[in-house]
């Protein structure tokens, strides 16, 4: 069975700072990856998708992940925090022809 | 354009109650998702909808948990005897793609209804 782990809990970044959130997965054949984000009372909105090809994929609101075969991970990145980035991430794989496996999450915390 | 959309955004049903969560996806959307999402959990799978067909319903955690899309647009969850344990966010999200495309990955949520039964 698939599963994708996310490491860390809770982060917590300065705004302005770097920000890489980390996930690993688990399955034989070539994923299908994602990333969501999830704000307080709002829906779960999708940062960024790799299904093949470029192993460095571009998202939205200037989030990109990489995609790492050899280390089965697909961390996400974002160069410089905004405040409005607090929220909880979640890394998900998508297998068979429709289910998605969530990973637990990661809550951000920006600092001013 | 609108996206999905789901009611009650919050319920408090009594041990024991009945309850009855709606969702209207996109237009046109022809896949339906489920999710049921656990405090500090990540959402999980529950059922899956092509048209008005129930084409996997093996997340539903018991056979108190129905869900139909009779119509093949408005979904509707239901809970029957509802119990603690069912005290948890459920997701509706929809996609325009079919199965055998790879893009019913493709989904887009809605804001969840809030079920705490007390």
């Known amino acids: 069975a698939q599963s994708v782990t996310q490491p860390d809990i809770h982060i917590t970044v300065s705004e302005g700072a770097s920000l890489e959130l980390r996930c690993n997965y688990s399955?034989?054949?070539?994923?299908?990856l994602f990333w969501y984000v999830q704000s307080p009372g709002q829906g779960l909105q999708l940062l960024l998708k790799?299904?093949?090809?470029?192993?460095l994929v571009q998202g939205i609101k200037g989030f990109e992940a990489e995609f790492k075969r050899s280390q089965s991970s697909f961390n996400l990145r974002k160069p410089s925090v905004h405040w409005s980035d607090a929220a909880e991430y979640f890394c998900?794989?998508?297998?068979?022809?429709?289910?998605?496996?969530f990973g637990k999450g990661t809550k951000l915390s920006v600092i001013p | 354009g609108a996206g999905v959309s789901q009611s009650p955004r919050y319920k408090v049903a009594k041990r024991g109650q009945d309850v009855a969560l709606r969702c209207d996806p996109i237009?046109?959307?022809?896949?339906l998702f489920w999710y049921q999402q656990a405090l500090g959990q990540g959402p999980e799978f529950l059922t899956y909808?092509?048209?008005?067909?129930?084409?996997?319903k093996s997340g539903l955690p018991s056979d108190r948990f129905f869900a139909e899309r009779p119509e093949g647009s408005v979904s509707t969850l239901k809970i029957q005897r509802t119990q603690q344990e069912d005290s948890a966010v459920y997701l509706c999200?929809?996609?325009?793609?079919?199965?055998?495309?790879?893009?019913?990955?493709?989904?887009?949520f809605g804001p969840g209804t809030r079920l705490t039964v007390t």
């Open positions: 999200a929809s996609s325009f793609f079919p199965p055998g495309t790879g893009k019913p990955y493709e989904q887009y």
């Open positions: 399955y034989g054949a070539t994923p299908y």
């Open positions: 790799y299904f093949s090809g470029d192993t």
């Open positions: 998900v794989h998508g297998a068979g022809s429709y289910q998605l496996t």
């Open positions: 237009s046109g959307h022809v896949s």
């Open positions: 909808f092509q048209n008005e067909a129930q084409l996997d």
